[in-house]
């Protein structure tokens, strides 16, 4: 299975500033045709989770362009410029190159 | 999109509960749907996918036990629970992709 390890945050994170969020997989995410099998979600508290970012960098309809993602093969970070309250939760990874599909552990956001 | 999981409640070990998913708002028979669960404040582990054309794959913590199954007529989206541990106990979330209902909870508890 394809192990995905998420980094901690320096929280609380001060209202207005940025924060990156890092992500890494065991097995690179990079197909041979070019995408790169990668979401990230995020759960807000007592919500299901929403579809950030798909395609390693490609936003879902309605998100901000405050987030964006990058990354490589295996290294991923998302990017959330301009921290707002309604971005508090935890920030999930996840791979959907291959099954068993499999999330990182999570990343817990705070606001200051 | 809408997604309303139901079925869920409070179950004995080694007994049964089956889960449904109500979908609208998509032609529900074009798409795979998956079943994602999250137990008490932990993160997500998905557990079982099922496509277009009932292919389906599960999580190695479930083979043998979950069954995964659509009735397109009805545009719903089922997961049969069999031999339930305490381990099993979460929320169950449906999905499409991106997609993800409210949820439902299942415990497991004697």
């Known amino acids: 299975d394809i192990?995905?390890?998420?980094?901690a945050l320096p929280n609380p994170v001060p209202s207005g500033e940025s924060a990156s969020i890092t992500c890494q997989s065991s097995k690179s995410l990079l197909h041979s045709n070019g995408k790169t099998y990668l979401?990230?979600?995020l759960q807000r508290p007592g919500q299901s989770p929403q579809l950030l970012i798909y395609w390693m960098s490609t936003r879902a309809s309605g998100v901000s362009d405050r987030f964006s993602g990058s990354g490589s093969g295996t290294d991923f970070t998302l990017k959330i410029s301009s921290v707002e309250a309604e971005d508090v939760?935890?920030?999930?990874?996840?791979?959907?190159?291959?099954?068993?599909?499999?999330?990182?552990?999570?990343?817990?956001l705070e606001l200051k | 999109v809408q997604l309303v999981e139901s079925g869920g409640g409070l179950?004995?070990?080694?007994?049964?509960?089956?889960?449904?998913?109500s979908a609208s708002g998509f032609t529900f028979s074009s798409y795979g749907m998956h079943w994602i669960r999250q137990a008490p404040g932990k993160g997500l582990d998905w557990v079982a996918y099922i496509s277009s054309s009932s292919g389906t794959v599960y999580a190695d913590a479930v083979k043998g036990r979950f069954t995964i199954s659509r009735d397109n007529a009805k545009n719903t989206l089922y997961l049969q629970l069999n031999s339930l541990k305490s381990e099993d106990t979460a929320i169950?979330?449906?999905?499409?992709?991106g997609d993800w209902g409210q949820g439902v909870m299942v415990t497991v508890s004697s």
């Open chain 1, 3 to 7: 192990v995905m390890t998420q980094g």
């Open chain 1, 39 to 41: 979401n990230w979600y």
């Open chain 1, 89 to 108: 939760g935890v920030y999930y990874c996840q791979q959907f190159l291959e099954y068993p599909r499999t999330f990182g552990g999570g990343t817990k």
């Open chain 2, 11 to 21: 179950v004995q070990p080694g007994k049964s509960l089956k889960l449904s998913c």
């Open chain 2, 92 to 97: 169950y979330y449906c999905a499409r992709e």
